[in-house]
């Protein structure tokens, strides 16, 4: 046995066994009948047969339900910044995280339609507690974050993460997908989380953090949706946050935020990847070694390109102006645009109510406050 073994997802020749496995089961052909409306049920039955690697799953099958993703419940993905990235080398892309299902695959249909190295993606695995789903997961490179570990495990699942991570970067040229922070901002603040990266550097040995973090390539990606499919789902959690209560999920809710999230409409998506890391980690070896100083300021790095390069859909100027009860960016938007927003406002939450208004408004606006502080900071 491997130690990575409870984390990994499936090796190439254990794929098809385990697509058999799930073939007929009714969210399997839920899926397969929603990424091929017109086709019958033995059309993809047969097809699993002839399916022995994971990139044949994603490339033959995934893709296509990403593509009918868009097609159905978006106008469109926009891309900058990839033609910067050799399609030869592996990748960290650290991102920011709005959707549980369509962060990763969306980077990864990106990936692949331009020749990349496609990613292997961490996720919770409280999200994958299902059989079902705990498969698909592992047939599309899933990798597993153990939550609810007790603090005597934290240490060691941290480094056995770690551990595994770097391998797939450095041993396997394998490129790897992970969010910023511990689950979904919920708020719209796009904030790397220190821990993340102390769990990363775990696996620096002798080296230098900076050094090591070299090493990693890591490119902070930047992912922007129009409209949150799951804006108003998050609502209860930010109130609870609000108003210092203890928030406990409904047993379905991970599950339900996936399929909003998929089926939901997200109008104008766009996937910026930012520059790889590398002199500005020489700049911090050089200003501080004071490692929790280093991992503070590689933190703000990675915070400042994904806030620098978010795209500033309507939508967020729109909330903004609501929210202060202003016309400071009226510019950015048409009469039409913000009525519908209005519109979607009062469909998706009780609007009457003066907080639950204010907390789905700031998601929508903190993304347009922390571009102006960035910006702010920049021209002192």
Not at 65 to 79: A, C, D, F, H, P
Not at 153 to 180: G, H, K, P
Request: with cysteine.
């Amino acid at each position: 046995m491997s130690k990575f073994d409870e984390i990994r997802p499936f090796y190439d020749d254990e794929v098809n066994a385990s697509l058999q496995i799930v073939a007929r089961h009714p969210m399997m052909k839920a899926l397969m009948s929603f990424t091929f409306p017109d086709r019958d049920e033995d059309f993809w039955i047969n097809e699993f047969k002839k399916i022995h690697s994971i990139n044949d799953f994603q490339s033959q099958f995934i893709s296509q339900t990403v593509l009918q993703i868009l097609e159905r419940s978006s106008e469109g993905l926009t891309t900058s910044g990839f033609e910067n990235l050799d399609k030869n080398q592996s990748y960290l892309f650290i991102s920011n995280h709005r959707d549980i299902v369509l962060d990763t695959s969306l980077l990864n249909l990106v990936l692949l339609n331009g020749g990349f190295v496609m990613t292997s993606s961490a996720i919770g695995d409280n999200l994958v507690k299902k059989p079902f789903l705990h498969i698909l997961a592992k047939l599309n490179r899933n990798f597993l974050v153990q939550r609810g570990v007790s603090i005597r495990e934290q240490l060691s699942s941290s480094r056995t993460l770690s551990e595994y991570i770097y391998s797939l970067l450095i041993q396997e040229n394998r490129s790897v997908w992970m969010a910023q922070r511990e689950g979904r901002a919920k708020d719209g603040n796009d904030m790397t989380q220190q821990g993340v990266l102390k769990m990363l550097a775990m696996s620096a040995g002798d080296r230098s953090l900076t050094e090591f973090f070299k090493t990693l390539k890591i490119v902070p990606l930047s992912i922007s949706y129009e409209y949150d499919p799951t804006d108003s789902l998050k609502m209860p959690q930010l109130m609870a946050k609000s108003r210092n209560e203890i928030y406990v999920k409904d047993d379905n809710e991970d599950f339900t935020t996936m399929l909003s999230g998929v089926l939901g409409q997200k109008k104008r998506i766009h996937l910026h990847a930012g520059k790889i890391l590398d002199k500005e980690l020489d700049n911090i070896a050089s200003q501080c070694d004071n490692k929790n100083r280093q991992l503070q300021a590689i933190a703000q790095i990675i915070d400042d390109s994904i806030i620098q390069n978010y795209r500033l859909w309507p939508t967020k100027y729109i909330a903004y102006d609501l929210l202060h009860n202003t016309d400071r960016f009226a510019m950015h938007y048409t009469v039409d645009e913000k009525q519908l927003f209005e519109r979607r406002l009062d469909l998706r939450i009780d609007s009457s109510d003066v907080d639950l208004k204010q907390r789905f408004l700031e998601m929508y606006a903190n993304p347009v406050i922390n571009k102006m502080k960035y910006e702010n900071n920049t021209s002192d």
